[in-house]
């Protein structure tokens, strides 16, 4: 229980500091302002298109594998045992690489996501330095981003006040 209550005096005392301290902020939509930028609605349409594309390609090559899977189906019973093994085996290899290149293309770290960076973050970083840029000049020390829930978008470092927390708990 002390445990508890030391925690929640340290978090009050934090919590204090941080609003005296944080006397200017103010609230910006960063999805608002990304889709009024000509650079990334171009950056969104050139990856739909790429992103289309890509399934396209994969849509193709799923409907290949279904178009051998349903012939197989057909010609089966008059197949021998060597003849089944081979076909199944191509038509596990050619879903197999459908699966895999769409894994490449829109998996985690695939190329949407290669190319989603490619073009998308210049502009985030573009709009990331403009709201640093404002708040400094007008003095806010503190900005919220309303657009995906509300989270810190930039904090004057002078707030951080880690470093005093750690040595309030002897670890520094």
């Excluded at 902020?25 to 890509?54: F, G, H, R, T, V």
């Excluded at 459908?98 to 293309?105: G, L, N, P, S, V």
């Excluded at 309303?146 to 708990?169: C, E, H, N």
Aim: charged content about 35%.
């Amino acid at each position: 229980m002390k445990k508890y209550s030391f925690l929640l005096c340290l978090l009050l005392v934090t919590a204090m500091g941080f609003s005296a301290s944080a006397q200017k902020y103010c609230i910006i939509d960063s999805k608002y302002i990304l889709e009024k930028l000509n650079d990334y609605k171009n950056a969104q349409a050139s990856l739909d298109n790429l992103s289309k594309l890509w399934q396209a390609d994969i849509d193709n090559k799923m409907q290949e594998v279904d178009r051998l899977y349903k012939s197989y189906q057909a010609e089966r019973p008059m197949l021998s045992d060597e003849m089944r093994k081979k076909r199944e085996d191509e038509i596990m290899e050619k879903e197999k690489a459908a699966k895999d290149i769409q894994k490449a293309r829109f998996g985690y770290e695939g190329d949407l996501f290669k190319k989603r960076q490619e073009l998308v973050k210049p502009v985030q970083d573009k709009v990331y330095n403009a709201v640093q840029k404002y708040a400094q000049s007008h003095g806010y020390e503190v900005v919220l981003d309303k657009a995906g829930g509300i989270t810190l978008f930039y904090a004057d470092p002078k707030l951080d006040k880690s470093d005093d927390v750690l040595k309030l708990l002897g670890s520094k």
